[in-house]
């Protein structure tokens, strides 16, 4: 199975300012999906965008999908320092495997 | 209750040993999850069970054994394991195993091998 490809591998921002970030991918998907991880625990779903959608928002977060150049985009705005964490994207393959993106590693300075 | 617990949070164990990890959600799921994640790396699929079944082997060493005792529980059963597979490992849960699903995690367990 393939992966997502995200970048920057790692970010670093002024609170207030907006965080983009990035994930590429190889085959077709039936969704893909972002989830945040704080200091290598659990990992908490922050949303999800099917492939026949183009943007979805979830308060400060705006998530855009292009099928055609196989590419997402997570974007932040006004960021916090509660904020920082690993962002990763996750593909949904046909058969139902939720695979990961590299991730990327977001901090937030105050 | 939206949570999904995973016990121990830490384990060390020898080469030789058999321990078990466990996970256990009340959500009324029927889908759960076994990922394993090295340090800086993203998760990797493990097993996936469906309805009490296992759904998804993604060709791990028989020296890990999933089981699903009933649908609220997980177990994953570790013998003969080797300093490699040292790693945080999540369980996870979701509604039905279907495709526009979310999964939920548990905190996981930081495991060590000696």
């Known amino acids: 199975s393939q992966q997502g490809e995200e970048d920057p591998q790692a970010l670093s921002i002024q609170e207030g300012e907006n965080a983009t970030m990035n994930c590429s991918y190889k085959?077709?998907?039936?969704?893909l999906q972002w989830y945040r991880q704080n200091s290598g625990r659990g990992l908490v779903h922050l949303i999800l965008?099917?492939?026949?959608?183009r943007e979805k928002h979830s308060g400060r977060l705006r998530v855009t999908l292009d099928t055609s150049k196989k590419s997402s985009s997570l974007l932040i705005t006004a960021s916090r320092a509660a904020d920082t964490a690993s962002y990763f994207c996750?593909?949904?393959?046909?058969?139902?495997?939720?695979?990961f993106g590299a991730g990327t590693i977001l901090r937030v300075k105050s | 209750d939206t949570e999904v617990t995973q016990t121990p949070k830490h384990l060390v164990m020898g080469m030789t040993n058999k321990k078990s990890l466990k996970c256990e959600q009340h959500?009324?799921?029927?889908?759960m999850y076994w990922y394993k994640q090295k340090a800086k790396k993203p998760p990797e699929l493990m097993f996936v069970?469906?309805?009490?079944?296992?759904?998804i082997n993604e060709s791990v060493p028989s020296r890990f054994s999933p089981e699903c005792p009933n649908s609220s529980l997980l177990n994953l059963h570790l013998h003969a394991l080797q300093p490699e597979d040292s790693a945080l490992y999540l369980c996870?849960?979701?509604?039905?195993?279907?495709?526009?699903?979310?999964?939920?995690f548990g905190s996981g367990t930081q495991l060590s091998v000696l």
């Open positions: 996870a849960s979701s509604q039905a195993g279907r495709a526009n699903e979310k999964l939920f």
């Open positions: 085959t077709s998907i039936n969704n």
């Open positions: 965008i099917r492939s026949n959608e």
């Open positions: 996750a593909i949904m393959e046909y058969g139902n495997k939720l695979v």
């Open positions: 959500m009324g799921h029927r889908a």
């Open positions: 069970y469906s309805y009490e079944k296992l759904s």
